[in-house]
């Protein structure tokens, strides 16, 4: 626990048009380099509208160590983490060696790409 980062944010838009227009980038997606960051935007955003439409109550974090392991979005429900790490590419991850260590029981991993995306937002 001593090893995770605990007063940093992360900030997500619900209009990435917003994003864009702040960043100055209006570029398609073949030819920008912040296509995962986008993705991740997305997924956060689309996620949060299935929980309100759907009662799903839960606490959202995200998870960050000083040696710069992290997962993108965890959600504690019933007493249990889900843990989701959000890829542009469709590639296996495994979960950070310190996030099993420091919670290795009643937690659940799934990676989130753009072929599993649809069940992820409860289509």
Known sequence: MRS?????????FYDTGVRNA?????NVLDIRNDVGQLWENFVIVERLKLR???NLYANQFFWRTWKQQEIDLIE????????FEIKWNDQPVT????????????TEWQVICPSNALSFFGV
């Open 52 to 54: 309100a439409y759907t």
């Open 76 to 83: 504690e429900r019933g007493g249990k983490l889900f843990a």
């Open 4 to 12: 995770e980062v605990t007063k940093k944010a992360k900030y997500y």
């Open 22 to 26: 702040i960043i100055n980038n209006f």
């Open 95 to 106: 979960p950070p060696s310190q996030w099993l260590e420091a919670y290795p029981t009643d």
